[in-house]
T-cell receptor, first 112, second 115 residues
């Protein structure tokens, strides 16, 4: 049973528009959430995170929103750039836990 | 180098062979993790070291999988008697924190193909 779900395997967005990547989780013990970005033949790189005590965290063009009651988080990228084309993984962890549980990823394509 | 280094990048093994995958973490990082990423899936936790101590090996799929980090730096993941279902990318990550309120730094991975 998948505890972290990314239901959209792929997403295409025009350059300059907003990209919205979604993630749902089932484990109510998760209280820390991260997004990783992965280019082909490279390891995942950390993008942005959010703690359960917040509902929004912003870093430049990237914003993560957390809706705890819905067990849902989303990553907004605005404006989207061609270099943002990659696979984005949502990951979650419980309090004090060192284990990350990842979703299957969403492949974002930003079209020039 | 400044990042996490893994070798070999690609490994092809015949079923039944033993393989060893190496990870050289970022210097000074006390925490080291191994993850397995099957095709089309997200990374899945295998094991965790804090310095030389293996604190969690609950994710290792079978007793054919063994990991060590004898001096608290370089780590080796060993897979004995490889099976086709072991084919995956094995990712190593390190962190200077003992828990996940910080980011993990991943290596490029070792892609294992078992024929």
């Amino acid at each position: 049973d998948q505890q972290v779900k990314q239901n959209s395997p792929s997403l295409s967005v025009q350059e300059g528009r907003i990209s919205i990547l979604n993630c749902d989780y089932t484990n109510s013990m998760f209280d820390y959430f991260l997004w990783y970005k992965k280019y082909p033949a490279e390891g995942p790189t950390f993008l942005i995170s959010i703690s359960s005590i917040k509902d929004k965290n912003e870093d430049g063009r990237f914003t993560v929103f957390l809706n705890k009651s819905a067990k849902h988080l989303s990553l907004h990228i605005v404006p989207s750039q061609p270099g943002d084309s990659a696979v984005y993984f949502c990951a979650s962890a419980g309090a004090g836990s060192y284990q990350l549980t990842f979703g299957k990823g969403t492949k974002l394509s930003v079209i020039p | 180098g400044a990042g996490v280094s893994q070798s070999p990048r690609y490994k092809v093994a015949k079923r039944g062979q033993d393989v060893a995958l190496r990870c050289d973490p970022i210097s000074g990082h006390v925490s080291l993790f191994w993850y397995q990423q099957a095709l089309g899936q997200g990374p899945e936790f295998l094991t965790y070291f804090q310095n030389e101590a293996q604190l969690d090996k609950s994710g290792l799929p079978s007793d054919r999988f063994f990991a060590e980090r004898p001096e608290g730096s370089v780590s080796t993941l060993k897979i004995q008697r490889t099976q086709q279902e072991d084919s995956a990318v094995y990712l190593c990550a390190s962190s200077n924190l003992g828990h996940n309120t910080g980011e993990l730094f991943f290596g490029e991975g070792s892609r294992l193909t078992v024929l």
